[in-house]
């Protein structure tokens, strides 16, 4: 097999990332966008020892599951792998991936349960944050094509609230008349990096943030004065990233006019949020998810409750009426402030929020004594440490509450309770991400008669 050599591969599985699966002389070929059940003419991009990497020249034999998009396809494989799939069977695809990954654990007798639909299937995403770059000249918006900075000039985001996706460009085209120049990451040098919209579904509030190399440039005051008219934006941050690197957001926020906070809303709970606080991004799917893990916490009034990675304090502050008291636990200042502001905004007095690693935490509060009933996680997508597992347990809660999105690191997890006596016998995935391989999900583990023994 060699590079630009075309072949017919019948397709048979999905990977991870949603890439079709062929096998040919001995060699596995990932194919972009081919989905299982179709034979497809493909053209080889890149070969390894063992595996390769192709695109589809013409599809011979088309999967009913295939539906029609019109994005290119550069475009769907950065941004919406998933959209050439029919939406159930992107549920489908999910709940397979936990399925299998249970599997390779030896973990069969667990139930998996459908995946719950995300009431949007497009538009749902309530922020964009996107790079800006120069392209031929032009200051543009849009997406680094896969492994690559290349920017693919985009202003259509699909999963995106359209909403945003009108401010984006307004905003572009802003930056455009005043000829603020782009950020140029190879000389580091240039001015707008990144451009971010928040969008709140429920009061329609949009923040604009700018990403900047420097904390302050010559066109800024047109650019803000323009960017304050346009329908719906409530304020403008300059964030300040000096640095060449690849992480976007920097540590200083600069609050250029309006509020530095939205207002949304989850269920009967207000929220504010600043620019550096995790939300969940699919508004209308959130409380669905919020509902399914609180229902499988069985929550009691003398409950003692942990929310560790709580954000803004969107779960704990959903609970705290309900239970007897609610410790939460971050590591990103600005949401500490936002959880300790969201509590008293809407009343609530028993919850509290500790800033710090929940893995540094969580043994301190183990050494100290400290005894919870239930132990809400919902961590990033490494998952959890064996130092905040082991402190968690400590702690001898009846139940672990695990909200996932990244069924892999979670199974993982998972095991490591087992180990300490706790067991679960369902995982729920919940559709998050539509168009994308994301899978979200959440898993009760139950302590067994023995393990607070084991426990202490
Ligand atoms: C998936 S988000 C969940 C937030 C919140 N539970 C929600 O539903 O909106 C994970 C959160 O963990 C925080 N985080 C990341 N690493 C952490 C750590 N080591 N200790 C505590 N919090 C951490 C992130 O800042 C983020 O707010």
Redesign the pocket.
Known sequence: MEKNQIIDLEITDLSYEAMGVAHYNGMTVFVTNALPGEVVSAKILKVKKNFAFAKIEKIKKESPDRVKVKLNQGVQSGLASLAHIKYDKQLDFKRNQVVNLLKKAHLENIEVGETLASPEEVGYRNKAQVPVREVNGQLEIGFFRRHSHDLMPLTHFFTTDPEIDRVLVAVRDILRKYKVPAYDEINNNGEVRYLEVRRSKSTGEMMVILVCLHKDFMQLPNVAAEVSQIPGVSGLILNHNPKKTNVILGPKDYLVFGNDQINDQIGDLKFRISSQS???INSLQTPRLYNLAIKQADLKPDDVVID?????G??GLSVAKHVKAVRG????RD?IKDAKDNAKLNDITNAKYYLG???EIMPRWAKSGLKTDVVFV???RKGLTPEFINAAVKTGPKKIVYIS?NPATLVRDLQLFQEKSYEFNRIDPVDMFPQTPHVESVTVLKRTKNSRQTAL
Do not use: R
């Open positions: 995790f939300f969940q560790a990675y709580s954000g803004i969107t779960i636990i971050e590591v990103v949401a690693k929940a893995e919902d961590p990033p999105c």
